[in-house]
């Protein structure tokens, strides 16, 4: 699904400088390499703050905790994504409100949002599924309405803009209160290990989360609120500093090796190609077909066959999971979000596909449906 040896093998030199840096100098917590690249992120992104973590997980619940919620608070989220999203407001001891999602572009159906939105909801989490931002515009207008938090899991889209109806531009993570994500080595900007960070432009809710994130404590060993231990270690950071200045051009290239998909599947009526958000950019961490018309399993054996890896993301949305099942949800109730679990299939998708391996993949894909 991914080759990280060869997108390694390109920039060796700064990414083992860098490692080395931080061993020379056994700087591995919270070391400069940490503040640089929380500095070049917060440029990047245009966050105001930027503050590294352990990983997206994290970033999440640290995010969570510090808006201060309590239990019995509820907190919607797509039921149709990873299971992080929900875990940590089931860890909280807050109430998972699941929500059904679009068909064409897999994100929340702000629709949906809007009636389940009752007096103890607290916060939204939108997900930018595979790559491209919720609809955020309306989303933003809806909690904005309601006294509700916004807490992006943009932890599979990093580098993607959404352009408001007015002409601004955010990138995700960077719209809502809170912003969250994941350097996991898949990732579009990936380590090697975990990572994480979350973004806010709001300096007393950065101020909270950075205290969280190191045990609560803001003067040494003084602990103002009970904290976690969460933090992006030295090695990491020095992965993701050599990287991010190369995020433009991996995007680019995912972006090449989904037009190539589009192109090759377009009018094929078997095979839907993800719909596009139209105020989104796409940054493809994964990019996910709707096998309608054919049998998905059998396709992607037969795939197996042919040496073409392709994963189901994913095969169980949240309210059917065995950990979440709740007496407010049963099978049927979230009808978008069960059909995409019975027919999506992402095919492989990295910096390094060339023309040869998408054309391979594609003939394959066709040929076996
Ligand atoms: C990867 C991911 C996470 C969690 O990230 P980790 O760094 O693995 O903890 C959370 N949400 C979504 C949507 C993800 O894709």
């Known amino acids: 699904m ?14 083992d400088t ?27 992104t245009g966050a105001k703050h930027v503050i590294p973590v352990g990983n997206g997980t994290d970033a999440l619940q640290i995010a969570l905790m510090g808006l201060g919620l309590k239990p019995g608070d509820e907190v919607i989220t797509p039921t149709f994504t990873f299971i992080a999203t ?43 599924l595979f790559g491209q931002c919720a609809e955020m515009e309306a989303l933003m207008a809806l909690a904005k309405e309601h006294g509700l938090y916004v807490v992006e899991d943009a932890c599979q889209a990093i580098g993607a803009k959404y352009t408001f109806s007015n002409g601004e531009t955010r990138q995700a993570g960077t719209i809502g209160h809170i912003g969250c994500t994941s350097f996991f080595p898949s990732k579009n900007l990936g380590c090697y290990g975990d990572g994480g960070a979350i973004f806010t432009n709001d300096d007393e809710l950065a101020a909270r989360m950075r205290a969280i994130a190191n045990h609560g404590m803001v003067v040494r060993y003084h602990h103002d609120s009970v904290g976690v231990n969460s933090r992006l270690d030295s090695i990491q950071a020095a992965v993701l500093d050599a ?77 059917q999971q065995k950990a979440y099942l709740d007496p407010r949800y049963k099978d049927g109730d979230f009808p978008v979000a069960e059909r995409l679990a019975e027919c999506v299939l992402s095919l492989p998708m990295h910096t390094e596909l060339d023309e040869e391996q998408l054309h391979y993949i594609t003939s394959n894909v066709l040929a076996l449906i």
């Open 2 to 15: 991914v080759d990280l040896q060869t997108q390694y093998q390109r920039i060796k030199q700064d990414i």
């Open 18 to 44: 860098g490692i080395q840096e931080v061993i020379e100098s056994a700087a591995f917590i919270k070391g400069p390499k940490v503040a640089a690249f929380q500095e070049h992120l917060e440029q990047y």
């Open 86 to 128: 929900a875990e940590v407001v089931a860890l909280l001891g807050l109430t998972p409100v699941v929500v059904d999602v679009d068909w064409e572009t897999m994100n929340m159906d702000i629709e949906a949002v809007r009636r389940a939105i009752t007096p103890h909801t607290k916060a939204i989490v939108p997900v930018h």
């Open 243 to 319: 990287k991010l200045p190369h995020l433009d051009e991996y995007i680019a290239a995912r972006q090449r090796a989904a037009a190539y998909y589009d192109a090759a599947f377009a009018g094929n009526d078997k095979l839907l190609v993800p719909g596009r958000q139209s105020r989104s950019t796409h940054v493809f961490h994964q990019y996910t077909l709707r096998v309608v018309g054919a049998d998905r399993d059998k396709l992607r054996e037969g795939l197996a066959e042919k040496g073409i890896p392709a994963m189901i993301y994913y095969p169980i949305p949240l309210h």
